[in-house]
């Protein structure tokens, strides 16, 4: 009977090895889940600066000249201006009166994620999204 309960014991040590090893090759280690959460993070972060950039333009009639313009002003909210791994500001660069560009660093391809905006998706390192403000429509 020992033989017995010794097969049943790695049998069981054999599933549950097996089911580590299925969960980190379908979601991922947990050193890549913590890099795509952080891109979420960047995403979600770079699509509330769009939206508060709108809002400042459409109530200021101009681009901020920099994202602490957004801080600054206690009617638009900005969810955050900095990167939540290393702490460094989004770039932002005005184009023209009415585009922009922020940019971030990621740490990974959207691709390797499992939701991404429409809009945003982008390669890992360093990428620059451009938005363009609508215009205001001419009267008549």
Same mark, same amino acid.
């Given at each position: 009977?020992?033989?017995?309960? /010794?097969?049943?014991?790695?049998?069981?040590?054999?599933?549950?090895?097996?089911?580590v090893?299925g969960?980190?090759?379908?979601?991922?280690?947990?050193?890549? +889940?913590?890099?795509?959460?952080?891109?979420? +993070?960047?995403?979600? /972060?770079?699509?509330?600066?769009?939206?508060?950039?709108?809002?400042?333009?459409a109530?200021?009639?101009?681009?901020?000249? *920099?994202? *602490?313009?957004?801080?600054?002003?206690?009617?638009? !909210?900005? +969810?955050?201006?900095?990167d939540?791994?290393?702490?460094?500001?989004?770039? !932002?660069?005005?184009?023209?009166? +009415? &585009?922009?560009e922020?940019?971030?660093?990621?740490?990974?391809? &959207?691709? *390797?994620?499992?939701?991404?905006? *429409?809009?945003?998706?982008?390669?890992?390192?360093?990428?620059?999204?451009?938005?363009?403000?609508?215009?205001?429509p001419?009267?008549?």
């Open positions: 009977m020992s033989a017995g309960r /010794n097969l049943i014991a790695y049998g069981a040590v054999a599933v549950v090895v097996a089911a090893v969960g980190v090759v379908l979601i991922g280690s947990p050193s890549s +889940q913590r890099i795509l959460r952080f891109d979420e +993070q960047r995403v979600s /972060n770079l699509r509330s600066l769009s939206s508060a950039i709108e809002i400042f333009a109530r200021h009639a101009a681009l901020p000249q *920099d994202l *602490d313009a957004l801080l600054a002003d206690p009617t638009v !909210y900005a +969810q955050s201006t900095r939540p791994e290393t702490g460094s500001p989004y770039a !932002y660069r005005i184009i023209n009166a +009415q &585009s922009y922020l940019c971030a660093e990621f740490g990974a391809a &959207s691709a *390797d994620a499992t939701y991404v905006p *429409d809009g945003f998706r982008h390669p890992e390192g360093h990428h620059c999204f451009t938005f363009t403000i609508p215009g205001k001419s009267p008549g």
